[in-house]
């Protein structure tokens, strides 16, 4: 019996991934950089810790060093994403599937690759952060997904054992941060950037299916 789901955030609870990917196309092309929009992909589930950046930018001839368009591209993003309506990316399952989740007595944590600022800006949304028992960051831990340990610290919090527990991913590296932790994991399916998902012990069009499957 799951006793406790652990979620990512990014692509999972929130459509940002595609609001983040139109903001990068839209500053590359402004700044005509040759950064082939489809580098984007290389970002999504990732942490600074694993300078992504290097990786969107390798091999292509650029006028100034990858960090330093980097953090352009960052600076702009949050300039964006302060006039961004932030309801209009949480997905519309999401509420009704948490709901469902705490009326059947699960325990919930959000662990995300992102940074505790924007995550609380994230859960100030109607009161998204109220459903969560456990919220941290990758920032908190020596390393970050596809390492396990911030689901190791989740399932050490609630004190339940591996097979008491689901995570719900959607990157290849949360998913095998999730399989490296020992924790059955299943992935939101992503339509739109060819994420590899095949790790995952089950692929579902959406939030509620995926809880249906847990609590029926």
């Given at each position: 019996m799951i006793k406790a789901i652990f979620f990512d955030l990014d692509g999972v609870l929130i459509d940002s991934e595609r609001a983040k990917e139109k903001i990068f196309e839209e500053y590359v092309d402004l700044?005509?950089?040759?950064?082939?929009?489809?580098?984007?992909?290389r970002l999504i589930g990732s942490h600074k810790s694993l300078d992504p950046w290097k990786s969107v930018m390798e091999g292509l001839d650029l006028p100034k060093s990858y960090k330093e368009i980097a953090k352009e591209i960052e600076e702009y993003e949050v300039i964006c994403w302060r006039e961004l309506d932030l309801k209009?990316?949480?997905?519309?399952?999401?509420?009704?599937s948490l709901k469902k989740i705490?009326?059947?007595?699960?325990?919930?944590?959000?662990?995300?690759?992102?940074d505790m600022e924007y995550i609380k800006r994230i859960l100030a949304v109607d009161d998204l952060g109220s459903w969560f028992d456990l919220v941290v960051s990758c920032d908190d831990f020596k390393k970050s997904k596809p390492d396990p340990e911030i689901?190791?610290?989740?399932?050490?919090?609630?004190?339940?054992?591996k097979d008491e527990c689901l995570v719900i991913e959607d990157s290849p590296f949360g998913?095998?941060?999730a399989k490296n932790a020992g924790i059955k994991v299943y992935a939101r399916k992503d339509y739109f950037f060819g994420l590899d998902q095949?790790?995952?012990?089950?692929?579902?069009?959406?939030?509620?299916?995926?809880?249906?499957?847990?609590i029926s």
């Amino acid at each position: 019996m799951i006793k406790a789901i652990f979620f990512d955030l990014d692509g999972v609870l929130i459509d940002s991934e595609r609001a983040k990917e139109k903001i990068f196309e839209e500053y590359v092309d402004l700044k005509g950089y040759a950064i082939p929009h489809e580098r984007f992909y290389r970002l999504i589930g990732s942490h600074k810790s694993l300078d992504p950046w290097k990786s969107v930018m390798e091999g292509l001839d650029l006028p100034k060093s990858y960090k330093e368009i980097a953090k352009e591209i960052e600076e702009y993003e949050v300039i964006c994403w302060r006039e961004l309506d932030l309801k209009k990316i949480i997905f519309h399952d999401v509420l009704p599937s948490l709901k469902k989740i705490k009326t059947s007595g699960i325990k919930t944590a959000l662990a995300s690759s992102s940074d505790m600022e924007y995550i609380k800006r994230i859960l100030a949304v109607d009161d998204l952060g109220s459903w969560f028992d456990l919220v941290v960051s990758c920032d908190d831990f020596k390393k970050s997904k596809p390492d396990p340990e911030i689901y190791l610290y989740c399932l050490n919090y609630f004190g339940l054992s591996k097979d008491e527990c689901l995570v719900i991913e959607d990157s290849p590296f949360g998913i095998l941060a999730a399989k490296n932790a020992g924790i059955k994991v299943y992935a939101r399916k992503d339509y739109f950037f060819g994420l590899d998902q095949s790790a995952a012990d089950g692929i579902f069009d959406n939030l509620e299916d995926i809880i249906d499957s847990v609590i029926s």
